[in-house]
């Protein structure tokens, strides 16, 4: 589960970065209305959703053989979205 969490700020700073520099924008718009708060209000409402999403995910599936498959499956894609978002990223420094 921390794997995931980084994963998940990772991929909030990212995007945030890549938003803010108005390099890519984000298409879902309950996560666009982030990018539009300073920075530090973006994080800490970030990190209550993500705490609404994995507590009760922990709470429900820690005790059962599907937490590791859902874990697994969460961290795959967890791990792309972050992949393209450091692509943005060096791409966009590359364009400087």
């Known amino acids: ?3 995931l969490i980084i994963l998940m700020l990772t991929d909030f700073v990212l995007t ?3 938003v ?4 890519a924008y984000e298409a879902n718009s309950l996560m666009a209305w982030l990018f539009n708060l300073p920075f ?3 994080l800490l409402a970030r990190l209550v959703m993500m705490a609404v ?3 009760p995910f922990w709470l429900i599936f820690r005790k059962k053989d599907r937490y ?3 874990l697994r499956m969460a961290l795959i894609g967890e791990g792309i979205i972050v992949l393209s978002h450091s692509w943005w990223i060096i791409e966009m420094v ?3």
């Not at 803010?20 to 390099?23: E, H, L, R, S, V």
């Open 1 to 3: 589960m921390p794997v």
């Open 16 to 18: 945030y970065i890549s």
């Open 20 to 23: 803010t520099a108005q390099y």
């Open 40 to 42: 530090g209000w973006s």
């Open 53 to 55: 999403i994995l507590i």
């Open 68 to 70: 590791k498959r859902l």
């Open 94 to 96: 590359r364009a400087l």
